[in-house]
């Protein structure tokens, strides 16, 4: 009979993501924690343990089919709630330079408690920041550091845009999570003279066919 951990390594490799033994287990461990936790803080509304394979990890990391994350790019995912994709982008491209922005405070402690026990942060390039984006958005040590910024939640780019743009390096790019065709293209319209305002600007929109989900793709085009 096969471990839980190699029934995930095979889906992921089903859906064309390659997992070595390591982070098959990183994953498990990551699937695990975030259950124990969601018992006693709200953490996923997502129970089931294959939903949270394809919903959360592989849901995270389809975004690599249209970019290209590089070992030593600087990341910061923007409102991550439990990690995602954040944590999930960094089990799988190790080298990236990671930064969290989580709000909560109840769901930083388990950021923290998540990057130890997955030992994330042996190269101490995985940094929680618990408070508002807006906030962050303005101290000067995380003002234009980034080369890539994400955003996996339901706020629309428009008001996104204030505090994910300043992130951004002269060429860093924002990818925002989003779901519906008829709503991408509304919140890009709406978000285009604020966008344009801050310096920048959609770049594309990556929409594959098989799974209701797309990424809305924008790039600084001054600083």
Same mark, same amino acid.
């Given at each position: 009979m096969e471990n839980?951990?190699?029934?995930?390594?095979?889906?992921?490799?089903?859906?064309g993501f390659p997992l070595t033994a390591h982070?098959?287990?990183?994953?498990?461990?990551?699937?695990?924690? %975030?259950?124990?936790?969601?018992?006693? $803080?709200? /953490? =996923?509304a997502i129970t089931d343990?294959?939903?949270?394979?394809?919903?959360?990890?592989?849901?995270?990391?389809?975004?690599?089919?249209?970019?290209?994350?590089?070992?030593?790019?600087?990341?910061?995912?923007?409102?991550?709630?439990?990690?995602?994709?954040?944590?999930? %982008?960094?089990?799988?491209?190790?080298? $990236?330079? /990671? =930064?969290?922005?989580?709000?909560?405070?109840k769901k930083g402690s388990f950021l923290r408690f998540l990057i130890a026990k997955l030992n994330l942060h042996e190269k101490a390039d995985v940094e929680v920041l618990t408070e508002r984006a807006e906030v962050c958005a303005q101290d000067p040590n995380h003002t234009g550091a980034y080369d890539w910024a994400f955003t996996r939640y339901v706020a629309t780019i428009r008001d996104s845009a204030a505090y994910c743009v300043p992130f951004l390096k002269p060429t860093g790019k924002w990818v925002a999570y989003k779901s519906g065709k008829e709503i991408i293209d509304t919140e890009i319209s709406e978000s285009a003279m604020s966008l344009?305002?801050?310096?920048?600007?959609?770049?594309?929109?990556?929409?594959?066919?098989?799974?209701?989900?797309?990424?809305?793709?924008?790039?600084?085009v001054n600083a």
């Open positions: 839980h951990s190699s029934v995930l390594k095979e889906t992921f490799n089903q859906h982070q098959a287990a990183q994953f498990e461990v990551y699937r695990d924690e %975030l259950l124990r936790w969601n018992e006693r $803080i709200n /953490l =996923t343990k294959v939903e949270i394979t394809h919903k959360h990890f592989l849901d995270s990391l389809r975004v690599l089919e249209h970019i290209a994350l590089e070992s030593g790019d600087t990341v910061i995912d923007i409102g991550t709630g439990a990690g995602f994709p954040g944590i999930a %982008l960094k089990i799988y491209v190790p080298g $990236i330079r /990671l =930064t969290l922005v989580e709000a909560s405070k344009n305002a801050l310096g920048g600007d959609v770049e594309t929109v990556f929409t594959p066919r098989i799974f209701d989900r797309s990424y809305v793709l924008i790039r600084r």
